[in-house]
């Protein structure tokens, strides 16, 4: 498939899927990042009037707001602004009145909040219009479990978890999302100075060449592999206790 028909498959199954739900539109998360501007640029093709963009800081840098902001007005997708950092220091609070966790674990602990509460906003807004949620993660992050469990992961539907980062950028520069956007080191935006490749430890190019092709150097395909096993539970409904046949309900 070529970029174009990539595109307009997806502008199609966006409106299959919210018909299907009987749902009027979709609202997603937009966070400065090329992930989320390839995912508008595409939702607002399928909905032209009934797309509605987020921006949801959370002691978030001010830059990606303003990139966010006029990424949107350029391209004329509707968007609101809901400040979370106050709920989010008030949850902070009240959780580590009973327990705190200090160093590398604490400070992912206490990140994933800001996901989950963005998940909240979403789900809150979409339901008021009676539009579905839609995701923005990439097939590179979902595989590794580079995503907050019921936070950006809890969505309606995922667009973009077919598709490798580099396949991404691909879009991007088709949609022709600002250089601005595309240019800048990929981040979830969790703590000053957090970068999603160091984070998982590799770049991006390394993990979407194992996940295309198998090949890598032996550290990092066992790198890749325990994330992917370690993760698994990321990519699956939540398990249900089947009761046996001789214990009749």
Not at 9 to 27: D, F, H, I, S, T
Request: hydrophobic share 40%; net charge negative.
């Amino acid at each position: 498939m070529t970029t174009e028909q990539v595109v307009d498959y997806m502008v199609n199954w966006l409106r299959e899927k919210v018909a299907e739900a009987g749902a009027k539109g979709v609202v997603l998360g937009v966070s400065g990042g090329v992930d989320s501007a390839v995912a508008a640029l595409i939702a607002k093709r399928a909905f032209p009037d009934k797309c509605m963009a987020l921006i949801l800081p959370c002691e978030s840098d001010v830059s990606d707001r303003i990139d966010s902001q006029m990424f949107l007005e350029e391209f004329d997708i509707p968007y609101r602004v809901v400040e979370l950092d106050n709920v989010y220091s008030l949850m902070l609070t009240q959780f580590e009145s009973y327990a705190k966790l200090n160093g590398a674990e604490g400070r992912l602990i206490r990140a994933n909040i800001k996901p989950r509460l963005r998940m909240t906003a979403l789900y809150y807004s979409a339901q008021f219009r009676n539009y579905l949620v839609l995701g923005t993660s990439n097939k590179s992050e979902i595989m590794v479990g580079y995503v907050t469990k019921h936070g950006d992961g809890g969505v309606d539907l995922h667009l973009l978890a077919d598709l490798l980062k580099h396949q991404v950028y691909e879009l991007a520069r088709y949609l022709q999302v600002p250089e601005n956007i595309i240019n800048k080191i990929p981040s979830g935006g969790l703590w000053e100075g957090q970068t999603d490749e160091g984070e998982m430890g590799l770049t991006y190019e390394q993990l979407d060449l194992y996940l295309a092709t198998g090949k890598a150097d032996a550290d990092i395909k066992a790198r890749i592999d325990r994330m992917i096993t370690a993760s698994e539970h990321k990519r699956k409904l939540p398990e249900i206790a089947i009761l046996p046949a001789r214990y009749p309900v």
